[in-house]
């Protein structure tokens, strides 16, 4: 990085006649259909250089999307993005300077700082001399990473326009970005990729290295790819450099080694290898599905925490969303035990806000932990079952007027029909218990609790 900077301010500060005259537009920085390098990655060879190629973020790029619009009226502003690894942070900031015809840079903040970010705003400066209207983008991944002084340096070049700044992270950047520098950015959230958007890029994948290889067809067995798509838990770079390897496998396996013009399968093996682990049993919108989150609750309702988790690591290491596993234990929490420890329904929200922020596979001990904790709990569905009879009551009696001493009285015209007429102010009494009806009265005497 820093000698692209050196070579390019060099360039830029050797021209002696007119800049308008001499100096050539400053290139985006960024990687062209043209410039594919076979020795790279599958995941570097197949990134996406406009929107309409970009998959998954429609929030953000589809139609009427923020993002698409911004884009669209030429109307960049500084931002961040939020979401976890593998979401498109980086291609979407690429295809940003691409769609724009801006300057491109990136940086680490793992392994850059102010000296760097120094060399940029230079070049920026120098260009927007030369290329009045020319926009210099900084892509800072891990921004997160940078302290504050780090980030204060910043915050006058990214409020006078001199960089547009496009900062990538995992974390929350309402904790790990300066407020000072937040207020002068807009965040977007990028989510983790669905599996009809691995499925999609799976297929060009497949297209793409029909093409490069020379194969007539590449087959992928349909067990292989619920693992593949399962395995790469939403994130397109772990597919695309599975489904790389997994083709390779497949073709030193073939008998012939001349593979041109042949069919290629690629077998649950294949994949498994690829991946570097096996496959569990489970189905996530087959019977499989319902029998192991079943196993879970009532392993968890056992209190048997040994069960919970085992139940738990089949479904996460299968594939299975975080969320679903979170919101299932989350409704648990309440209905099975419920006030009996009330903490139980505190923690399952925060782990569930958990997976939400850093998904897998670092969430997993959240849930872990929530499991065991929710196994070892005292239990208490007295909430659930007391509900049940309350919805039946109100769905037998439907509309059963309220007592008039519950009802709130706001004008004089209610207060003379008796609204509020007879009401106890319950602090007023001792011990705080009225024990005044507050059922109707066709179902005064009904126990829920």
């Known amino acids: ?28 920085q960024s990687d062209t259909n043209s410039d594919i390098d076979n020795s790279q990655p599958l995941a570097a060879r197949l990134r996406p250089q406009t929107l309409d190629e970009f998959v998954g973020q429609e929030h953000l790029v589809g139609p009427d999307a923020p993002i698409r619009k911004l884009i ?89 326009g001199t960089l547009i700044l496009i900062g990538a992270t995992t974390e929350n950047p309402s904790f790990e970005v300066n407020s000072a520098l937040l207020s002068r950015t807009r965040v977007f959230v990028l989510n983790r990729h669905k599996e009809d958007n691995l499925k999609e890029i799976l297929k060009k994948a497949i297209t793409y290295l029909c093409d490069s290889l020379k194969i007539n067809e590449i087959k992928v067995d349909p067990k292989a790819q619920d693992h593949l798509i399962q395995g790469s838990n939403g994130d397109p770079r772990t597919l695309l450099n599975a489904i790389e390897m997994a083709v390779d496998l497949a073709i030193k396996s073939s008998k012939n080694a001349d593979v041109s013009n042949k069919s290629i399968n690629i077998s649950l093996k294949n ?58 234990m989350f409704r648990f929490a309440a209905e099975d035990i419920g006030n009996a420890d009330p903490m139980a329904t505190v923690l399952a929200a925060s782990v569930f806000e958990a997976c939400e922020k850093i998904g897998m596979p670092e969430c997993n001990v959240h849930l872990a932990q929530l499991a065991v904790y929710l196994a070892r709990a005292p239990k208490d569905n007295s909430a659930y079952v007391g509900y049940a009879k309350a919805v039946a009551d109100a769905r037998e009696t439907l509309n059963l007027p309220v007592p008039m001493h519950l009802r709130n009285a706001p004008t004089d015209l209610m207060k003379n029909l008796g609204y509020g007429r007879g009401y106890i102010y319950d602090h007023d009494v001792e011990g705080k218990k ?15 609790v």
Request: glycine share 4%; charged share 25%.
């Open 1 to 28: 990085m820093n000698s692209l900077l050196d070579n390019q301010q060099t360039f830029l500060s050797s021209q002696d006649k007119k800049p308008s005259e001499n100096i050539a537009a400053p290139s985006t």
């Open 271 to 328: 994949v498994e290898d690829a991946l570097q682990h096996k496959a569990l049993l489970y189905d996530k919108k087959g019977e499989e599905h319902y029998n192991i989150i079943s196993a879970l609750h009532k392993s968890m309702r056992s209190s048997d925490a040994n069960a919970s988790l085992y139940w738990l690591a089949r479904m996460l290491e299968a594939g299975e969303d975080p969320l679903y596993v979170a919101r299932r």
């Open 72 to 160: 669209e009226n030429n109307a960049l502003k500084s931002m961040i993005f939020w979401g976890p690894p593998g979401c498109g942070k980086t291609t979407l900031a690429r295809i940003i300077a691409n769609s724009t015809k801006s300057q491109f840079f990136q940086l680490s903040a793992v392994d850059s700082g102010k000296s760097d970010v120094k060399k940029i705003v230079d070049i920026a400066k120098t260009t927007a001399k030369a290329f009045p209207g020319r926009r210099t983008i900084l892509f800072l991944d891990e921004i997160h990473r940078f302290n504050k002084a780090q980030q204060d340096f910043l915050l006058p070049y990214v409020e006078d």
């Open 434 to 448: 009225s024990g005044q009806q507050c059922m109707p009265d066709e179902l005064k005497d009904r126990k829920y």
